[in-house]
């Protein structure tokens, strides 16, 4: 979805009144007050409106009411568009931490008792902060004293003109690097840009920081603490898949029902009343129909707490009050089904859900894909589907070249390869398509992944891979076969068959043009026909075009280019209702079949979704990304991208193999209990950093397609006049070590990661510098990485 300008607004509560929080401070919660958070986004399909209100943890309950009384007075305001929710210290929501890229700050004590959001240039300050978080930064005051460090945090000591960022031997690197970027912010924010940071990685290497520390802290007397495992992810994953319904009344004498797949027509009904959707305890949903009371309305929150209470739930759960219309993204996608007016599905199809059985199908123009690439997103295309093409057959667990002439046919009895080689920016990418058959063996789909995965090294393990499930093939893959897919239920397409193929064959022929069209074998009888499709029944002596009432011309068409393919007899177009005898005697006589109006029906605007898949807690968790954008795919992790009709796995450079290989498991596990009921062959597509397709970059806002080049660098020799180039940034008669090497952040190339130097480095150069390769260096623990750096003047 293209996303546009978002606004937010913070709202601190003195006084019981609402008085606006200084932009500079946004992101800097009082620990004794309450705020409210007002949040606007505005996409191509409208705006989205979210609506918080924060609790301290040494607010007063007076303050606490007060806010709850003004966010239900700016929904009114707001004509109840606001999704709304309740965000306790210390347990913020996904959401509301996106907000905040930088981190949260929370301050001891409040506005009451004196103390100011913004003090620019304030260096009377002696402070330690906690740094929690690997994806959203929280920062929380503690004492000063070594008694709160552990080694698997950062931590921040605020000295006014000195910020020193102790980085535990344990941390990430993402959590050094989001540490680093609070720090920052703070320097920006609050000292005017004159506070100078200093950074401990290791504390050998940094005495005179050590010293200023020893100062303010004293000497250590003890061992630090272990790091702190986070059980909350775990705890999340596991509740949030427990769904169940109940009535909200004023004593709440709830009415509980099973465990639920849920589905919208549950809501269509109940629209006077008010519901709350339990979550397992880790979050509480409250749905408000349009003609439920004013005082139902006014109450939601206050019935879900005391729901909460009831439950006996921690007082810190999540709450988010939703309007009858106005459900958010989140809450939809723990329906079964969701529907609305207006769906869009297809490349250029538009279906409403009224009485009619088709309407006129817009033509899709394949040149808007590089221009616009949240559309190729959308309509799930690489490219126009004007590349190159081989197709292998698994025969005897080895690859076998197709016969060109046969491409685009397939069978149900074995697996295929689908290489396919497209032009962008001047230089070939390559998606590796993986077709399954139903009927194939296990050891021939094993084989079909086992050379895939050959194949891809051969092409520098730069291919995009699809596991493409028989009859679930993906847009792009029937586009690039131009009309002339045609899949056979069984059988297989191997020079010696055991058995004979049949005398009668039915196909299902769909799609109006090249890009969208596809023929499949179904059973030959008269109950497999559909009055909203064109049919073509093979005998030995004829093929027939079965043409239903509700088909298109531009189907019509389709249908006679891939008569061709499945036969060589004369072709015979006939009408429904308008069939000769020797048709439905082929058939095995006539029958009932489907003759009513179809409805299309799909998820719509369905939100993308990120995960992030690590095992750097010591176990492995699937993490979600809110607002997520393209700094979130961590380097160091596998990302999980949920778009509904197809699964990405982007594997990151640095990530482990047990990452990458857990991560496959994950996802289907993630579509075998998705509360919605997913199908279990939606594809799931793998990407390698570096070589992103646009169907990928299209769902993030603004993709920077230099973020990671390393194919820009040449090979590392000295050049006269040679150059290099990263970002159109030139660097001339120079090695690329000697542009990397020892060089501090501002004097490197712009574009230049500074955390990943030794990314740019070939292979061979890369041996000589840490004396193993690439692949031993990433599998030892991240501390030993950025020691080894640092000796090499990588750091």
Request: aromatic share 10%; glycine share 8%; proline share 4%.
């Amino acid at each position: 979805t293209l996303v546009l300008p978002m606004t937010r607004t913070l709202i601190s509560l003195q006084n019981m009144k609402m008085v606006p929080v200084p932009e500079k401070a946004y992101g800097t919660f009082f620990e004794g007050d309450c705020y409210i958070i007002l949040h606007t986004k505005r996409t191509s399909r409208g705006s989205t409106v979210d609506l918080h209100y924060w609790i301290g943890k040494d607010s007063s309950q007076d303050e606490q009411g007060a806010a709850a009384l003004y966010v239900t007075q700016l929904d009114n305001a707001l004509r109840g568009n606001p999704v709304q929710h309740r965000e306790v210290q210390g347990h913020e929501s996904e959401t509301f931490q996106s907000y905040f890229r930088n981190g949260i700050i929370y301050k001891k004590g409040g506005v009451a008792s004196g103390f100011k959001h913004v003090e620019t240039n304030m260096y009377n300050i002696k402070r330690l902060l906690h740094v929690k978080g690997k994806k959203h930064v929280s920062a929380t005051e503690v004492a000063l004293s070594w008694d709160s460090f552990n080694k698997g945090d950062v931590f921040l000591l605020d000295l006014g003109k000195v910020l020193i960022q102790w980085n535990g031997p344990n941390c990430s690197i993402a959590e050094r690097s989001r540490g680093l970027a609070l720090a920052r912010s703070i320097r920006d924010s609050e000292r005017g840009g004159r506070a100078q940071i200093g950074i401990i990685d290791n504390e050998k290497d940094s005495p005179d920081l050590m010293q200023i520390m020893k100062m303010v802290l004293g000497e250590r007397r003890r061992e630090l603490r272990d790091a702190i495992p986070d059980e909350k992810a775990d705890e999340a994953a596991h509740k949030s898949s427990v769904r169940k319904l109940f009535r909200s009344t004023s004593n709440l004498n709830l009415q509980e029902g099973s465990n639920l797949k849920l589905f919208t027509s549950v809501f269509s009904v109940l629209s006077q009343d008010c519901y709350i959707l339990d979550q397992g305890g880790f979050k509480i949903y409250v749905w408000r129909g349009k003609a439920s009371s004013l005082e139902e309305k006014k109450a939601a929150f206050t019935r879900a707490v005391g729901f909460i209470q009831a439950k006996g739930y921690p007082s810190s759960t999540n709450i988010e009050v939703i309007n009858d219309g106005a459900e958010s993204a989140m809450f939809k996608q723990l329906f079964q089904r969701w529907t609305e007016k207006n769906e869009t599905q297809g490349l250029g199809k538009v279906y409403t859900t009224g009485k009619i059985a088709k309407v006129e199908q817009v033509k899709f123009d394949t040149t808007q894909l590089h221009a616009r690439p949240e559309l190729a997103a959308e309509q799930r295309m690489v490219d126009d589907a004007s590349g190159e093409i081989e197709v292998w057959r698994i025969e005897d667990l080895q690859m076998q070249p197709v016969n060109p002439k046969t491409y685009g046919q397939f069978y149900g009895g074995d697996c295929y390869l689908v290489l396919y080689t497209y032009l962008r920016s001047g230089r070939p990418h390559y998606v590796l398509y993986m077709w399954q058959g139903r009927h194939a063996s296990v050891d021939e789909i094993t084989a079909c992944a086992l050379n895939a995965i050959e194949l891809d090294k051969k092409y520098g393990d730069e291919a995009v891979q699809v596991r493409v499930t028989m009859g679930k093939e993906p847009t792009h893959f029937l586009a690039i076969f131009k009309g002339k897919l045609v899949i056979y239920e069984g059988g297989t397409s191997r020079t010696q068959k055991n058995t004979p193929e049949p005398a009668i064959r039915l196909f299902q022929v769909r799609g109006t043009d090249e890009m969208n069209t596809k023929a499949t074998e179904v059973p030959p009888r008269a109950s497999s026909l559909n009055s909203n499709d064109v049919f073509l029944l093979t005998t030995s002596q004829v093929c027939y075009l079965w043409c239903g009432k509700g088909c298109s011309g531009d189907e019509r068409e389709m249908a006679k280019m891939v008569a061709d393919i499945v036969s060589k007899g004369d072709k015979h177009t006939i009408l429904e209702g308008q069939e000769p005898a020797e048709f439905w005697e082929a058939l095995g006589g006539k029958a009932p079949y489907a003759s009513e109006k179809r409805f299309q029906e799909q998820i719509t605007h369905y939100q993308p979704r990120l995960f992030e898949c690590s095992n750097q807690t010591g176990r492995f968790i699937m993490t979600e990304v809110v607002g997520f954008c393209q700094e979130d795919l961590d380097e160091d992790d596998v990302m999980l991208l949920d778009t509904w009709e197809e699964i990405f796995l982007w594997v990151g450079k640095a990530s482990n193999t047990y990452e990458r290989t857990e991560s496959i498991a994950s996802a289907k596990e993630y579509l075998k209990t998705h509360p919605a009921g997913r199908d279990l062959a939606t594809p799931i597509i793998l990407v390698k950093q570096g070589y992103e397709p646009l169907n990928f970059t299209g769902w993030f806002n603004a993709w920077d397609p230099y973020k990671w080049s390393v194919s820009c660098w040449k090979s590392p020799v000295v050049c006269t006049r040679a150059q290099w180039c990263l970002k159109g940034v030139t660097v001339s008669e120079h090695t690329l070590c000697e542009v990397l090497m020892n060089k501090t952040v501002d004097e490197l190339p712009e574009g230049v990661d500074p955390t990943k130097k030794e990314y740019y480095l070939s292979d061979a150069d890369f041996h000589d510098i840490f004396g193993k390769s690439k692949d031993e260096f990433y599998q030892m623990p991240k501390w030993k990485q950025q020691n080894e750096k640092k000796q090499c003047g990588l750091f």
